[in-house]
């Protein structure tokens, strides 16, 4: 049985990331903000609500900021939404990425829908931090 399962994953042929072309990358009809790929940092198990946890894996810091309201709390004030920007509503964390044409900002965030998520977003009474 273990030799069956090795002999299947190895026949299959990883697919390039190229192959699954975000909607949000250069040359769509969205700006997007070319930035260093983030560390991951290791954050422990992930929790039922893990927007939070999911944004440590990408900033750091301790469990506190599994909760999403308390990155409200993390760095500095922002001055506003920027693309980099962590954007924290009182449920729900996220960073913004990029920016459509019609002026919507797009926020990558964790726990969206039940998985990591880039999509545009209203902002409309968060708050901005940046590290």
Do not use: Y
Not at 29 to 45: D, E, I, R
Not at 75 to 102: N, Y
């Amino acid at each position: 049985m273990m030799f069956t399962v090795l002999v299947l994953a190895s026949a299959l042929a990883p697919v390039p990331a190229q192959a699954f072309p975000s909607p949000f990358a250069e040359g769509s009809s969205q700006k997007s903000a070319k930035a260093a790929k983030p560390a991951h940092f290791n954050v422990g198990p992930r929790p039922a609500r893990w927007c939070g946890w999911w944004m440590r894996t990408q900033k750091g810091g301790g469990p506190e900021l599994n909760l999403a309201r308390n990155w409200a709390k993390w760095g500095r004030p922002a001055g506003g939404p920027r693309v980099g920007a962590v954007v924290v509503w009182s449920h729900h964390v996220g960073m913004i990425t990029g920016r459509t044409k019609d002026g919507q900002w797009i926020v990558k965030s964790g726990n969206d829908d039940g998985r990591v998520r880039e999509q545009p977003r209203s902002v409309a009474g968060a708050v901005f931090r940046v590290g």
